[in-house]
């Protein structure tokens, strides 16, 4: 199944929302009354991109700055 997420999210992801695709668009500042700054949102991004199973896929605009941080070791 695939889902595309364009919200943040949190620490703690229902086990129902773990997709096994996952499709990162942007990273930009918004939500900044949750998040500390930029770098605490692309830290929720990698979060997400880890709880991906070994058998999905991540798939990330390659225009966002700094995106291998996100992937890195996944």
């Known amino acids: 199944s695939l889902i595309i997420f364009s919200i943040l999210l ?8 773990i997709p096994k695709i996952g499709i990162i ?26 709880l991906l199973p070994e ?5 990330i605009n390659s225009g966002i700055e700094r995106w291998e941080e996100i992937t890195d070791g996944l």
Request: charged share 30%; hydrophobic share 40%; proline share 3%.
């Open 55 to 59: 058998d999905g896929a991540l798939i």
């Open 10 to 17: 949190t620490h703690q992801v229902p086990n129902i929302l």
């Open 25 to 50: 668009l942007n990273i930009e500042e918004d939500h900044m009354d949750f998040f500390k700054d930029l770098d605490d949102i692309r830290s929720s991004f990698r979060r997400f991109a880890s």
